[in-house]
């Protein structure tokens, strides 16, 4: 296994975990950041308002982009198994 391929593997994993877990983190900083805005306005300061709706939210996401993420998690794998062969042989 030459150090290019050794990389490549990494960064396409890399890439794959971070595209995999951005919708869960974009919708949990969005449901975060109404909830805080709301709390300024109306001049709540409880911290454990943040949590129930960041969860609903983030599962919710979960629900809705599972389809993809399996997609996308299976077609990685079919990728690095099917270089197997290529990388082994050099």
């Given at each position: 296994?030459?150090?290019?391929?050794?990389?490549?593997?990494?960064?396409?994993?890399?890439?794959?975990?971070m595209l995999?877990?951005?919708?869960?983190?974009?919708?949990?900083?969005?449901?975060?950041?109404?909830?805080s805005?709301?709390?300024?306005?109306?001049?709540?300061?409880?911290?454990?308002l943040?949590a129930?709706?960041?969860?609903?939210?983030?599962?919710?996401?979960?629900?809705?982009?599972?389809?993809?993420?399996?997609?996308?998690?299976?077609?990685y794998?079919?990728?690095?198994?099917?270089?197997?062969?290529?990388?082994?042989s050099?």
């Open positions: 296994m030459n150090p290019t391929d050794a990389v490549e593997l990494v960064r396409t994993a890399v890439l794959n975990a995999i877990g951005a919708p869960l983190l974009v919708m949990g900083m969005l449901v975060g950041l109404v909830i805005l709301l709390q300024a306005v109306t001049q709540i300061q409880d911290q454990t943040n129930v709706p960041k969860i609903i939210a983030m599962v919710l996401a979960l629900v809705f982009c599972l389809p993809w993420i399996a997609d996308r998690m299976i077609e794998t079919r990728k690095t198994y099917t270089e197997i062969p290529q990388v082994v050099k």
